[in-house]
């Protein structure tokens, strides 16, 4: 199952429709890519809807803090850690929100809710529950993790009762009934490492 089996009808973007965008284009879609740098600090100007030297210069800089190619244009590579940075970004802005049974958005959450609501405020729809999440999306070995991907626990229940997103560096990001808010943990703690049951990619 992929990530446009979820979401790719009900949200078009020139990620999920894979639209390549470079210097000298002006459409719609140049207009998102200029909201999408500006929120992540890479565009300090109107969003025209004009691919000229200042997006392409963001662009570029964009590229170079994320090891990848330096081209200046913005195919499906840069589309998609595009959108991982947003989504760990709106993620993190969460940290601290109360943990709620059952919660589904910023006044509280639950882990599989939180999960299921930062995708979706990003265009990706993914099932509520941690069970059915952890039955949508790409495997992805550990030792592959990539920032965005779901790492999946075993908790209160046998199967995969837990989950939230891996931000990089053996973190993720959950809200966490323990904690009783929205963490960043570490993977490599004694009860994470031994309840872990594996990993899905949702943003390919």
Known sequence: ITMFTFGSNAYADYYSDYITLRYGMRSNDVKRLQDDLKSLGYFNNNSTGYFGSL?????????KDNGLTVDGIVGHQTAREIKVDKVIKLANSYQGVPY?????SPSGF??????????????I?????????????????????????????????AGASH???YIGNGK????????????????????????YVGAKRVIY
Not at 55 to 63: A, G, H, P, Y
């Open 55 to 63: 997006t392409n210069q963001s662009v570029i800089k964009f590229q």
């Open 163 to 165: 989950v939230g997103i």
């Open 125 to 157: 729809t993914i099932p509520r529950t941690s069970a059915a999440q952890y039955n949508s999306g790409t495997w992805v070995q550990k030792s592959q993790l990539k920032q965005g991907d779901l790492v999946f626990f075993t908790t209160y229940k």
């Open 100 to 104: 709620t049974w059952g919660g589904t």
């Open 172 to 195: 993720f990001i959950h809200a966490s009934s323990g904690a009783g808010k929205i963490v960043i943990s570490d993977m490599s703690n004694t009860y994470y490492k031994s309840h």
């Open 110 to 123: 639950d882990c599989s809710g939180f999960t299921h609501y930062v995708f979706l405020q990003n265009g």
